[in-house]
């Protein structure tokens, strides 16, 4: 089993930056693509940011490109989302995912689920 906890949402002002931690426990023995995904009221829930669980493979939404990066440390198991230059449209719930099925590569079932953590952007 694999507990994923988020933190390092809240209120920001347009412009401002975030950064968000997810925190893996449980087996940690095992290699795992991780994904943030997020949802806003009303909308579907979309993939944000995705990491191979080496690091050298990353993928983003073309709505966060050049804005977001998302990165690891496995010493800490811990996979963090730097939001930068942030809007109101990047107002939502944001969710860590694991797919502990992809050693290598970027995830593609996500089975594992965080809490989540709120963003709000103030315009």
């Known amino acids: 089993q694999v507990q994923l906890v988020e933190s390092g949402g809240g209120l920001v002002q347009a412009g401002g930056s975030l950064r968000l931690s997810c925190t893996v426990s449980?087996?940690?023995?095992?290699?795992?693509?991780m994904g943030w995904f997020r949802q806003a009221p009303g909308k579907e829930r979309e993939l944000v940011a995705a990491?191979?669980?080496?690091?050298?493979?990353?993928n983003y939404a073309d709505s966060v490109k050049g804005r977001f990066t998302i990165s690891r440390d496995n010493g800490k198991n811990t996979v963090y989302l730097q939001m930068n230059s942030l809007n109101p449209g990047d107002t939502a719930s944001y969710y860590c995912?694991?797919?502990?099925?992809?050693?290598?590569?970027?995830?593609?079932?996500?089975?594992?689920w965080g809490q989540g953590t709120q963003v709000t952007v103030s315009s």
């Open positions: 990491i191979s669980w080496s690091g050298l493979s990353t």
């Open positions: 995912a694991a797919d502990p099925s992809k050693a290598y590569g970027l995830g593609e079932q996500y089975d594992y």
């Open positions: 449980g087996r940690t023995d095992s290699s795992y693509a």
